[in-house]
């Protein structure tokens, strides 16, 4: 069974920073994506950042961020831990989420923004910036 567990959300104020990790276990797979998602109230949940893992191993090359968090936040993965963390810098009052870590099978280039892609969920965690 495939398991995502989030954590390093909470509160933080404008312009500070935030580590998230999500802890994958469970994988028969060794390629897959895991994609950060974000959801505020009342709007709909947005693809932040997604990041490809080939053999267990994450791959840079095809690394996803939207627009709104390019510049500003990074993501890395430890294949030791079977972890991916995004580090999250610079955050604007409209970071304000619940953050979510998920897992694809069959996510592509074209689908790693995209919430359908991923098969897979944590249970999401709360930033809040606020000053």
């Known amino acids: 069974e495939v398991q995502l567990v989030e954590s390093g959300g909470g509160d933080v104020q404008p312009g500070g920073s935030l580590r998230l990790s999500c802890a994958a276990s469970g994988f028969t797979s060794d390629r897959y994506h895991i994609g950060w998602f974000r959801q505020a109230p009342g709007k709909e949940r947005e693809g932040v950042a997604s990041?490809?893992?080939?053999?267990?191993?994450?791959?840079?090359?095809?690394?996803y961020y939207a627009d709104s968090v390019k510049g500003r936040f990074l993501l890395s993965g430890d294949s030791a831990k079977n972890t991916v963390s995004l580090q999250m810098s610079g955050l604007k009052p409209e970071d304000t989420a619940v953050y979510f870590c998920?897992?694809?099978?069959?996510?592509?280039?074209?689908?790693?923004?995209?919430?359908?892609?991923?098969?897979?969920w944590g249970q999401g965690t709360q930033v809040t910036v606020s000053s």
């Open positions: 990041l490809e893992i080939r053999d267990g191993m994450p791959y840079y090359g095809t690394v």
């Open positions: 998920a897992a694809g099978r069959l996510v592509t280039i074209v689908t790693q923004a995209d919430p359908l892609a991923y098969d897979f």
